[in-house]
Structure formats: structure tokens, C-alpha cells
């Protein structure tokens, strides 16, 4: 057993081993450039044709979307704009600015609105002039009467701007409420190694929960970096959809880290804690606003009450000694 131990042992094994393990590090390391392949082309291959299919799926879901976003013209409402409102009233930008921030698309929401506008006056004319007339006039004069309803018309005009501007405040504070939750996402998205198109699919399909209007818009965004020749209108277009200061702040930096070729996870980082501090510095002003509105509701409430507690039982008291 010795004897064979110190034949493999011996110098003359340890040598030839010595020799064969340098002999074939040396045919690998001449040989392992040869067989290794080109990671990096390979990487970006996969990478392209990824994008690719993320920009089809973003077209075929904008286009199974299309019904929903974008709204058609009634028959009877088309008929009617067509005929009494002239083109410029249809081509207005700033209306159809306002219908986008609102969240209507298409050329339907602009007929909707422009035909309400033509129908609203004379139908309030007409209603609040056969109330005062038939029903209750107040005590007032047939001139008087006449004065309240074409008020009422003067009202009426305005109607529909008032609606769509109620609707644009109700998007633009869930979109603020829920944008700095989203940016927190976008900054995990970017940092984990994914493109912005993927971060801006992949925040739409979460933070839906939370705000659907901000998951549409984001939505739409990631469409329009599929299609769209330039990446920086489609920021420009969300900023502009938004009317949000916070989300035009976004947008720009995204562009500048685009042109400049900064990190996108230090700006949205920064964006982040920027609109969150803006989320609270809201909540302090609603906060700090809250003691004149309860001025009142304390007066006419708080103190009666208050008072019948203090003085009810020496009330009481007085009238038991009597």
C-alpha cells in the first residue's frame, strides 16, 4: 500500500501531471476567445426585438381602446352643429385643450359640447319663462320675468363650461393625488433595468387601482412612445393633457435626461420628492384653511349648545327657588 502511494507520488508523476494540467490550460485559454460568442450583440438583439413587440402590443391595445377613448358624433347632434355652427366654433383650441384635459377624445365630445351650448340657452329661456308665467312668478312685473329669463339663458350659455371645468378639476385632483405614488414606481421600474416605455406600461397597469385617470393618461403615453417620431412629444402631449404643474415639471425633466444623457433614475428620484412635498404643502393649505370655514358652523351650532349646557342647570335652579 506504501509502495504504491509512493510510486503515485513520486517526482516523475507529479511532473507529467504538472505538464498535462499546463498543457491544457494553455489549449483553453488560446481556445476560449474562439468559443465565446458576442454577448452584447446578442443582448441587444433581444432587446430590439422586445421593444418591437412592446410597440405592437401598445397599438393593438390602443386600437382595442380606441371606442373608449375616443367618443363619435351622434347622428342627431352632428346633424344639428353641422347646420347652425360655423367651423371656427369646431376648430376652437383652446375648447378641444380643455375637452383633452377633461379627459374626452375625439371629434364627438367637441360636437357634444358645442350643441349644448346652442340648445341650453333657449330651453332655460324657455322653461324659466313658462315657471314664472304658469307656476310662480314672484310677484314680479312681465318685464321683470323677462329680465330672469333671459338670465336664465346667460346662465345656460355658460352651463356647459362650467361642467367641463368641474369635470377637469375632479381628473386633475386624482391625477395629483396618485402621481407621486407613481413616480415612486417608475423610479423602481427604471433602476430595475427597464426601458421607460416598459416603466410607463408597467406603472399604468398598477397604479390603476389607485387613480384610473392617471392610468389612462399613462397609458396613452406609452402608446404615443411606441408610435410617435419624437419621444419628446409624447411628454409634451401628457404635460399638456394634465394641465398638472407637477407632471409638466416631470415631463421636462424627462426630456432634459433624453437630450442630455443624464441618469433618469436621479431625476425621477428628485421629481418624486418634489411633488410629494407639493401633495403635502396642498394638505397644509387645506388645513390651515379650515378654521374660517368653521367659524360659522361653530356659531350656529357649537355655542347654542354650549350655552344651554353652562347656564341650564343655574336656569333651572333659579326658577326651583322661585
Known amino acids: 500500500m ?3 502511494a509512493a510510486s503515485m507520488f513520486s517526482i516523475e508523476n507529479v511532473v507529467t501531471l504538472l505538464t498535462a494540467v499546463a498543457a491544457f490550460a494553455t489549449i483553453f485559454t488560446l481556445t476560449a476567445p474562439l468559443l465565446n460568442t458576442d454577448k452584447l450583440s446578442t443582448r441587444m438583439k433581444y432587446v ?3 421593444r418591437e413587440a412592446m410597440r405592437a402590443r401598445a397599438r393593438e391595445a390602443l386600437a382595442q381602446e380606441k371606442t373608449r377613448l375616443r367618443h363619435t358624433p351622434k347622428g342627431f347632434i352632428k346633424q344639428v352643429v353641422e347646420k347652425f355652427a360655423s367651423g371656427n366654433m369646431l376648430e376652437n383650441a383652446a375648447v378641444k385643450e380643455k375637452l383633452r384635459q377633461a379627459g374626452f ?4 365630445p367637441m360636437y357634444t359640447f358645442v350643441f349644448f351650448r346652442f340648445v341650453m340657452p333657449p330651453v332655460l329661456f324657455v322653461v324659466t319663462l313658462l315657471y314664472m308665467v304658469f307656476v310662480n312668478d314672484f310677484g314680479l312685473q312681465p318685464m321683470a320675468r323677462l329680465a330672469v329669463s333671459c338670465a336664465a339663458a346667460f346662465v345656460g350659455f355658460y352651463l356647459p363650461n362650467l361642467f367641463v371645468e368641474n369635470v377637469i ?3 386633475q385632483d386624482s391625477i ?3 402621481f407621486p405614488d407613481a413616480l415612486d414606481l417608475m423610479l423602481i421600474c427604471v433602476e430595475s433595468g427597464m426601458s421607460i416605455e416598459a416603466a410607463f406600461q408597467k406603472v399604468a397597469a398598477e397604479i390603476g387601482a389607485q387613480s384610473v385617470e392617471l392610468a389612462e393618461e399613462l397609458g396613452l403615453t406609452t402608446a404615443e412612445l411606441s408610435y410617435l417620431q419624437e419621444r419628446r412629444m409624447a411628454y409634451e402631449n401628457l404635460a399638456r393633457r394634465t394641465g398638472l404643474p407637477g407632471v409638466k415639471a416631470v415631463a421636462t425633466t424627462l426630456i432634459q435626461a433624453e437630450r442630455y444623457g443624464t441618469p433618469l433614475g436621479q431625476a425621477l428620484r428628485v421629481m418624486a420628492q418634489e411633488n410629494r412635498d407639493m401633495r403635502m404643502a396642498e394638505a397644509e393649505k ?3 384653511g379650515l378654521p374660517p370655514k368653521l367659524t360659522v358652523p361653530m356659531i350656529l351650532f357649537f355655542l347654542p349648545v354650549l350655552f344651554g349646557v353652562i347656564l341650564g342647570p343655574a336656569i333651572i335652579k333659579s326658577f326651583a327657588n322661585v
Not at 105 to 108: A, F, L, V
Open 2 to 4: 506504501f509502495q504504491i
Open 48 to 50: 430590439s426585438t422586445e
Open 105 to 108: 377624445r375625439g371629434p364627438g
Open 169 to 171: 378639476s375632479r381628473r
Open 176 to 178: 395629483r393625488k396618485a
Open 286 to 288: 387645506k388645513a390651515a
